[in-house]
């Protein structure tokens, strides 16, 4: 383009797709996820990101985030990621806003490779062809045989060699039921496919040590939010006391508290999810605090969203194939990827940017407002 290119208008809109059945993990259940969509529009070129947020974060993008962007240079995708956290200063970066600044700081990047007409991975620079998956689900509300058949489809359909279900139930009141379902995730998968779980912070320090010995029994290697990742000591302490990996991250908006986290030795793996630090931009950034102290990091969630930054940063350990996000995302976008033999490869078939399109047909049903 001879040109410099200048983004003209800036949209969101808002999806709510029900779950396939009752869901919950250690701390919360819900019956539904909303994915919030930002796009951005280029010379006729349209660069489309997300996040999964409450719908509010459509209304920051609108009312905080489109007047900042509109009539900024579309290449310049640091200088405006800068500009949007500078524009929810007094409304508050953490939590939503981060979300919605997430949102187009995919879009923008996005744009950036579709102007330039090369997949994402190519404009960011590859560090790897293929990035590892591993299934995620497994959840509370699940009965053994639902739970035996998420897990199997996984590592016997397609493929995939570490899988990770929730653990925790109820604040860690079923901590005997937690045991019984980690057995039989054992027993399911049999031994070679690695097994993590994830608490989402739903045990006590004390009870989380105790628990990881059950869990050593069965071979997990992958314990995440033993405890709540508010308490970076008691993560600390607990990582120093259990064998397996202790991890956590994804509640991380804002590029210190990856910092805090690192510096306080909490974690043997970071994560980082793309569609609520801040987007690429911040993501990168994640990655690199995280390499600079010899530490590989995980991206949590939005499968399609991460693959092509995770491809991007060598110290990347995987990236979550989670059931809801990879259904919707299924669901509602054209371009998705295929997790065959435990790794999806972005941009191989050469389509630009991240390589997905709105299915407006398929989305149409589940739009809010």
Not at 183 to 211: C, F, H, M, T, W
Not at 265 to 291: E, H, K, P
Request: glycine share 10%; with cysteine; charged share 25%.
């Amino acid at each position: 383009m001879t040109d410099t290119p200048v983004v003209e208008r800036v949209d969101s809109a808002v999806f709510t797709v029900p779950t396939d059945a009752p869901e919950a993990d250690g701390t919360l259940a819900w019956d539904s996820t909303t994915l919030v969509l930002a796009t951005v529009r280029c010379g006729g070129v349209t660069g489309l990101g997300y996040t999964y947020a409450p719908a509010a974060a459509a209304r920051v993008v609108d009312d905080l985030l489109a007047g900042v962007v509109v009539g900024s240079v579309a290449f310049d995708v640091p200088r405006i990621s800068e500009a949007l956290h500078r524009a929810v200063r007094n409304a508050g970066l953490p939590g939503v806003a981060a979300q919605a600044i997430a949102a187009v700081d995919i879009a923008l990047w996005d744009l950036k490779a579709r102007l330039l007409d090369v997949p994402l991975v190519r404009l960011l620079g590859a560090a790897r062809d293929d990035v590892p998956v591993y299934g995620s689900g497994g959840f509370t509300t699940y009965d053994a045989e639902r739970q035996e058949r998420q897990l199997r489809g996984w590592t016997e359909e397609d493929g995939i060699p570490r899988v990770k279900i929730k653990i925790g139930e109820s604040w860690g009141r079923c901590e005997e039921r937690d045991r019984r379902r980690v057995a039989r995730a054992r027993a399911s998968i049999g031994d070679r496919p690695e097994l993590y779980v994830d608490a989402n912070g739903g045990y006590g320090a004390k009870q989380a040590v105790r628990v990881a010995r059950s869990l050593a029994d069965e071979g997990v290697t992958w314990f995440e939010e033993p405890v709540s990742s508010d308490h970076l000591s008691a993560l600390a302490t607990v990582r120093g006391l259990v064998t397996m990996d202790v991890t956590a991250g994804e509640y991380g908006y804002t590029l210190p508290y990856f910092e805090h986290m690192l510096a306080a030795g909490a974690v043997d793996c970071l994560q980082a999810d793309v569609t609520r630090c801040g987007g690429i931009t911040v993501w990168l950034r994640t990655a690199a605090l995280a390499q600079a102290r010899g530490i590989e990091i995980s991206g949590h969630c939005a499968p399609h969203a991460h693959a092509h930054v995770a491809a991007a940063v060598p110290n990347l350990r995987h990236l979550e194939w989670f059931h809801d996000h990879v259904r919707i995302e299924r669901l509602l976008f054209d371009g998705v990827l295929d997790p065959a033999d435990g790794t999806i490869a972005p941009g191989a078939d050469g389509a630009p940017g991240l390589g997905l399109t709105l299915n407006a047909e398929r989305a149409r049903p589940y739009r809010v407002g």
